[in-house]
């Protein structure tokens, strides 16, 4: 198993949606390399001040608390995870492409159940006067917002937590949201007039 040792106060939230923030403690460091090389690890508390170590099993990597080394202390950390069995891709001959396929295929179905009657459901819901605007609106706020944070705010849940699946609750949590939202709010609108 892989655990950060840090000091609490030195490991931010790392989000960072229009990426001008540079997250240079030694804990934001680890933890940034660790969910990028799509390492599970643990985080243990460490004394005011101390700089971060990575452990991998019985190996202790002492943290860089310089952004300079930065480069050369990820290569370690690398050799380190590599020589632990850590691979640094996935094997592709252990690929089942045609199971890939058929998930890839099921989910595709599902955009196109959606997809498919979007269109009329949103005529028949707003008024002419403002249909554009309506159909506009909470289309771009759900995909520009909602989906454009995505990669940022599962990446920062997945540093602050050390657990690789755990930025997979933020779609999850807007989904069921959505749900519960359209289920309050979306009313039957059968043999309505779209033209008035």
Same mark, same amino acid.
């Given at each position: 198993?892989?655990?950060? &040792?840090?000091?609490? /106060?030195?490991?931010?939230?790392?989000?960072?949606? +229009?990426?001008?923030?540079?997250?240079?403690?030694?804990?934001?460091?680890?933890?940034? !390399?660790?969910?990028?090389?799509?390492?599970?690890?643990? %985080?243990?508390?460490?004394?005011?001040?101390?700089?971060?170590?990575?452990?991998?099993?019985?190996?202790? $990597?002492?943290?860089?608390?310089?952004?300079?080394?930065?480069?050369?202390?990820?290569?370690? #950390?690398?050799? /380190?995870?590599?020589?632990?069995?850590?691979?640094?891709?996935?094997?592709?001959?252990?690929?089942?492409?045609? #199971?890939?396929?058929? $998930? #890839?295929?099921?989910?595709?179905? !599902? &955009?196109?159940?959606?997809?498919?009657?979007?269109?009329?459901?949103?005529?028949?819901?707003?008024?002419?006067?403002?249909?554009?605007?309506?159909?506009?609106?909470? !289309?771009?706020?759900?995909?520009?917002?909602?989906?454009?944070?995505?990669? %940022?705010?599962?990446? =920062?849940?997945?540093? /602050? %937590?050390?657990? $690789?699946?755990?930025?997979?609750?933020?779609?999850?949590?807007? =989904?069921? #949201?959505?749900?519960?939202?359209?289920?309050?709010?979306?009313?039957?609108?059968?043999?309505?007039? +779209?033209?008035?």
């Amino acid at each position: 198993p892989v655990t950060v &040792v840090a000091d609490p /106060a030195d490991c931010a939230f790392q989000f960072d949606p +229009i990426g001008k923030t540079a997250f240079n403690s030694s804990c934001d460091i680890a933890k940034s !390399y660790l969910a990028k090389a799509g390492v599970t690890y643990e %985080t243990v508390a460490a004394p005011t001040g101390t700089v971060a170590q990575v452990r991998i099993g019985e190996r202790v $990597i002492s943290g860089v608390a310089d952004p300079a080394g930065k480069a050369d202390w990820e290569k370690g #950390l690398g050799a /380190a995870l590599t020589a632990a069995g850590y691979p640094a891709k996935a094997d592709s001959a252990l690929v089942n492409k045609p #199971l890939v396929v058929g $998930i #890839l295929f099921v989910l595709v179905l !599902y &955009v196109t159940m959606v997809y498919g009657p979007i269109a009329a459901a949103l005529v028949e819901m707003f008024p002419t006067r403002v249909r554009y605007t309506s159909m506009s609106l909470p !289309y771009h706020i759900g995909n520009g917002w909602f989906g454009g944070f995505l990669p %940022t705010t599962a990446f =920062a849940m997945v540093a /602050a %937590t050390g657990n $690789i699946y755990y930025g997979l609750w933020y779609p999850i949590v807007v =989904a069921l #949201l959505t749900v519960v939202i359209g289920g309050l709010l979306i009313k039957d609108r059968k043999d309505v007039d +779209i033209h008035e």
